[in-house]
């Protein structure tokens, strides 16, 4: 019996002992808010100069909202091993551009089903896209401590969980991540406010109650498979 294994990504770290708490608890990714307007926002030399502390096999995401491409050139120039993960309104052809593996994500309305968004076509339309990041539609680009309602997509459908791998995203916390699991069996989940104790400082405490209900999840799966 193989066992089940979601990844983990932690967003939005801006201090050295995030990125630690991080690292000793388990986290596969870590990610830096490239945008300004983001109370997570870090620049590109700081994003770099907290990377260059990260462990082998741990990755450094960037993530972009609406960028000039000049600016992610720049940045992939000093994280040259970090995956690119666009949050804007950025076309399949702009992800593509800078010939780096990207996440992509989708910006789901909260409201009841989805609120008709069509992720089978956006998860097409994006095909190159190393993973569709599944996220609430807030105002503003992510990072609003909110859940799309997860019961809105038909989880099993072939071109959901065959061709594209899914980060489940969007007001996860340790005490509703496993559900989140249960129901669409992401490939990843994405944390970022709920590991906070304020905006962009994260808790060394809640980092791990959150790695460890992933982890109890996961052996829950394995279980019953």
Request: aromatic letters at 8%; proline letters at 6%.
């Amino acid at each position: 019996m193989n066992a089940h294994r979601t990844r983990i990504k932690i967003c939005g770290l801006t201090r050295e002992e995030d990125l630690v708490a991080a690292v000793q608890a388990g986290a596969d990714a870590i990610g830096f808010v490239l945008y300004p307007k983001s109370p997570r926002a870090v620049t590109a030399q700081r994003a770099a100069q907290l990377a260059r502390q990260l462990p082998p096999f741990v990755t450094p995401v960037l993530l972009f909202v609406n960028e000039p491409a000049q600016s992610v050139h720049e940045a992939c120039q000093l994280l040259p091993n970090a995956l690119l993960q666009f949050h804007g309104d950025e076309t399949p052809e702009a992800c593509a551009a800078f010939g780096r593996p990207f996440l992509r994500a989708a910006r789901i309305p909260a409201g009841p089903a989805g609120s008709g968004f069509d992720l089978l076509k956006y998860a097409q339309d994006f095909s190159t896209a190393q993973a569709i990041l599944l996220d609430a539609h807030v105002e503003g680009y992510g990072g609003g401590g909110q859940s799309f309602d997860w019961a809105a997509f038909n989880w099993s459908h072939p071109l959901l969980n065959a061709s594209f791998r899914l980060v489940l995203s969007g007001g996860l916390d340790a005490a509703n991540v496993s559900e989140g699991i249960s129901r669409v069996r992401p490939w990843a989940v994405d944390v970022s406010s709920g590991v906070e104790h304020a905006k962009g400082i994260k808790d060394p405490e809640k980092i791990h109650q959150f790695v460890a209900a992933v982890k109890a999840a996961d052996a829950l799966i394995s279980r019953s498979a």
